[in-house]
Structure formats: structure tokens, C-alpha cells
């Protein structure tokens, strides 16, 4: 009777499993609830966790957590970014609940070119034979830039047909391939059917990689490109665009080119000039964006200019460098801040402001209405000591990505 009794409580309380899947932004490690279709997947996750907090009688035993990167880009990078998107699952999970190391079944991170294979061989796409055949040469680590290395097969398939099988792979085989996810054992007071095996995943191998956000003060360095212009300039009707690249961590180059050709409502007002000031800044801190550091914040910039003018405020005379061809050359210093006004950081404001010295040779003209050249008046010789910065700049970020690399507090390799 007590065999008996036993049995019948084993089977009352049979196993169950429940599993669920967050899709990442292509190199981004960290969730965003409005990608694709995030938004039914976590509402569906947290549903099942405050159901199982709130029901006596359901008990969670088991949890296996995965992350995932999909297979195009560098091995190591791909190493880190799927370690990370486990660790940033991980932290979506605890949200809603806290899971206990004694029921972590697993925690593994890969990029998984079982499921790629399997996702080409169940589609009748272009190319699919070629694919596979090239997947199923299996992994190939070579060297590929600045110290990395790359799967051999992705270098093929991306040549593959100039390009047009990778096109085709882009979306939604590669997207459907960057994840987090979870497998939930629980039980409850009901009789089941036994549950099929549990899935073995391969972990991916972080020898080479770097190591995860949190620990270790190694991080991974992202250059950027920034395209901006200048609104306040704009304002004043000075066609201007500058590109800022960075160079180091805390540390960029960026430089901007003014123009301006035109009249303010009549002749005797104007503020021609064509103006380059390139300028070295130093960032003050170096930010975290849960994937990459990157140079924002505060910085100090120490810049050149160079400008040749013509300018006339509606008063007895207009100024102009000295026959034209002697321009204002000097140099000062700036101080700005910029940050992101985007969700995806892309789009970012600048504000800066600055002064200089700039020694000037200029000749002074008769500022005569709807007359091109007044008769010339004087020539004056002096130094400018004053503003020459005053800025509110859109720039859009692109990434260097061949330059990534990691960074290290106090250097880098």
C-alpha cells in the first residue's frame, strides 16, 4: 500500500516544459521590447512567470537559459555578443522572478550553425545546395583583422555569387538565428505524459573571446563616424557639413567646412565667408551602450581655423581679408557635450562653444548699397581674441566595424 501510495503522488506531480524565445537586434546584446515581435514574446514570458508565482499549485525545477548570435561577423565578437544576450535574457527573466542557482540547469552560449543548416535545408531558396555545402565543410577559424578570427565559411558564402546568395540569407534565416531564450521545467497536480528529451546545445567556446560586461574591466571599442552639421550655422544661412571620426578611445578628430555666399534682405548686410576648423578632442569618460564603449559626454577640443571673410553689418564700411587671398589663420580652444536623442543612439545633439586667436590683415571698403566693390577706405592690421565656436550640431552615427577591438581601462589591445 505504501509502494502504492508513493507511485500515485510521483505521477500526480508529472513534469511539464514551457519555452520561450526573444529575438536581438543584429550586433546588439541588449533586449529591445519593440523588435519585430518582442513584444507578444515577453508579455507571453511574463504571463507565465506571475502564473507560476501566483499558482500553489506549480512549481518551477529546472531552467535552462541560452544565448545566441547568428553566424556572420567575427568569432570572437560573435562569442562575446552571445554570451552577453544570455546574460541580458538572463536579467529580463529576473525581472518578473528570481531564479535560484540550485535550479539553473544550464547556461550556454553559441552561435549556431546547426540551426542555420537546418533552416536552409528546410527552405527551397536560390542557391540552397551550394549552402549546405559549404556549411557542412564545418568550422574553419582563420585569422581575419587585428588579431581576430573569422569562420572560413562565412568568407565563402558571403562571396558566394558576388553576394547574392548572403543577400538572401540576411532575412529571416540569419535575424531568426540572434536570441534568448529559456526552457522552464515545472510541475503540477496533474498526470502528464513523460516529457521528450531536453535538447543539448553546444557552448561556445570564449578562449579567444572577450570577456562579458561586468566582469572583467575589458570591454569591446567600437569606433564611429559622425555626419553633422550645424543648425546654428544653418540659421544664419552658412552651408556647412563636418565628419568626425574617432581615432582611440577618448579620443577623436572631427572637422567642419562653412560656406556662406549670400546677402541678409540687402546688399550691406552680409556674413560671407568660407571656414575650415579642424579639431582634436579629448572625451572626458568613455560610454557603455551594453554592447560597445564609445567616445559621448563632455569633451575638450583644441582646433585650427582658417577663414577667408567678407563681412558688412549694414554699417559705413565692410571688411574683407586683404586682397582676398589672406585668410584669418589661428587656433583656439572648445568645450562641448553631446548626447543621443535616438532609441538606437544612431542620431545624437552636440552643443559647443569656443574661442580663439587669430591675428588679421583685412582691407576696409565703403559699404555702398547694390554696389559690388566700394572704394576702398583702409587697410588694418590687429589680433582677434573673442568667440569663434558657437554650435548646435545634428550628427548621424555610422560604425566602423572592420575597426573594432577590445578596450581595456588604463589601454588597450
Known amino acids: 500500500m505504501i509502494f502504492t501510495l508513493i507511485a500515485g503522488i510521483s505521477a500526480s506531480y508529472a513534469q511539464n516544459k514551457e519555452s520561450f524565445r526573444i529575438r536581438y537586434v543584429i550586433n546588439r546584446p541588449e533586449v529591445d521590447s519593440t523588435y519585430v515581435d518582442n513584444v507578444s514574446r515577453i508579455s507571453d514570458l511574463r504571463s507565465f512567470l506571475q502564473n507560476a508565482a501566483e499558482d500553489s499549485l506549480m512549481r518551477i525545477t ?7 548570435a547568428s553566424p556572420d561577423g ?17 536579467a529580463l527573466v529576473g525581472e518578473y522572478m528570481t531564479i535560484p542557482d540550485s535550479i539553473i540547469n544550464s547556461n550556454s ?3 549556431p550553425w546547426d540551426e542555420f543548416r537546418r533552416e536552409v535545408a528546410a527552405s527551397d531558396m536560390r542557391y540552397r545546395d551550394e549552402i549546405l555545402s559549404i556549411i557542412d565543410e ?10 581576430r ?13 558576388g553576394g547574392k546568395a548572403w543577400e538572401l540569407l540576411k532575412a529571416p534565416v540569419l535575424r531568426d538565428l540572434r536570441y534568448g531564450a529559456a526552457e522552464f521545467e515545472y510541475y503540477r497536480m496533474q498526470p502528464v505524459s513523460p516529457p521528450p528529451s531536453a535538447p543539448v546545445f553546444s557552448p561556445c567556446s570564449l578562449s579567444e573571446a572577450p570577456l562579458i560586461a561586468g566582469s572583467s574591466p575589458q570591454r569591446m571599442w567600437m569606433p564611429h563616424i559622425y555626419l553633422k552639421t550645424n543648425l546654428a550655422g544653418l540659421g544664419m544661412l552658412m552651408a556647412n557639413v563636418a565628419c568626425e571620426l574617432d581615432i582611440a578611445p577618448h579620443w577623436s578628430f572631427t572637422l567642419p567646412v562653412y560656406y556662406s555666399a ?11 565667408n568660407f571656414t575650415v576648423q579642424p579639431e582634436f578632442r579629448l572625451w572626458f569618460t568613455v560610454k557603455d551602450d551594453g554592447m560597445f564603449l564609445y567616445n559621448d559626454g563632455f569633451f575638450l577640443g583644441a582646433h585650427l581655423g582658417l577663414s577667408y571673410y567678407n563681412f558688412a553689418f549694414d554699417g559705413k564700411y565692410r571688411y574683407q581679408d586683404y586682397r582676398g587671398r589672406t585668410p584669418a589663420l589661428g587656433g583656439g580652444l572648445s568645450l562641448g557635450y553631446r548626447t543621443h536623442i535616438s532609441r ?31 572704394q576702398l577706405a583702409d587697410r588694418r592690421q590687429k589680433t582677434y581674441i573673442g568667440l569663434d565656436q558657437a554650435a548646435v550640431t545634428l550628427a548621424y552615427t555610422f560604425d566602423w566595424a572592420r575597426r573594432a577591438r577590445i578596450y581595456k581601462k588604463g589601454g588597450r589591445k
Not at 565578437?77 to 552577453?84: A, D, T, V
Not at 546688399?267 to 560671407?272: A, G, W
Open 62 to 68: 529546472g531552467v535552462g537559459f541560452r544565448g545566441t
Open 74 to 90: 567575427g568569432y570572437e565578437f560573435n562569442c562575446w555578443l552571445s554570451e552577453n544576450r544570455l546574460r541580458t535574457f538572463k
Open 109 to 111: 552560449s553559441d552561435i
Open 138 to 147: 564545418g568550422a574553419a577559424i582563420v585569422p581575419w583583422f587585428n588579431g
Open 149 to 161: 578570427h573569422i569562420d572560413a565559411r562565412l568568407l565563402k558564402l558571403k562571396k558566394m555569387h
Open 262 to 272: 549670400v546677402d541678409y534682405f540687402k546688399s550691406t548686410i552680409k556674413f560671407r
Open 344 to 374: 538606437n543612439r544612431r542620431w545624437k545633439m552636440e552643443f559647443t562653444v569656443g574661442a580663439g586667436i587669430y591675428p588679421l590683415d583685412y582691407d576696409v571698403f565703403d559699404n555702398t548699397p547694390d554696389v559690388k566693390d566700394g
